[in-house]
């Protein structure tokens, strides 16, 4: 153990643990532990049948799906979404490799876009989960990524705080895409965290849309089916 983990232990991000090597955050078991979905290119994914009602699916994919088996990988987006811990979305992606992979040789992305955050809220967190998860994602598939096609100048309401109802509903001045003549020929992969009744993905899919972009897929690190979130919901 060197003298900096001597005096600045790391924690495992899901039993809190201290953890002796320094290449995970994660402690042995728990990696062990975690229940991961497999990707399979005929299968038909939930997520795809979430979002067909609201937009063309050419490919979607959601590596983890958020059910009661996944109550450790929760804590781990739980931090990178509200405790300020950037390196979970490394941890993540890290977690979902095989996956990906899999889903990366199955379709060919020109260019990964992140679904934005209004700026407020990116400086307040410091980060975009979404930026985070799609640059580590670019970077271990090859494939660009740009945070800069589209962004969210209007700030959306809170969707955890909102009803089921409410959601569904994304004002469409929410979103802006800024695309070249170039760009409107690539395929774009929207990337985004979290994905549930898939309204923020199709709203940024119909900018995209509306401003020329041919090709417009989906990939979500975790899909949330709608009845489950009910269920935690109202479970006291
Ligand atoms: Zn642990």
Redesign the pocket.
Known sequence: MGLAALFFPKH?M??E?IIEHSYSH??V??ASSIHLSIYEYNGIHPMRLQLTNQVIVEAAYAPFNNTAYSAQLIRILHALKYKKQPFAAKTLCALARPQLSAFFEHHHFDILVPVPSHFLKKLKRGYNPAELIAREIAKEQRVAVSSKLLLQPKRKAAQALNDKHQRTQIPPETFRAKVTQKQKRLHVLLVDDVCTTGATLAACYWELKNQGVERVSFLSLFFTPLEYEVKVTLDP
Do not use: E, M
């Open positions: 495992c899901i039993c643990r994660l402690c078991s728990c």
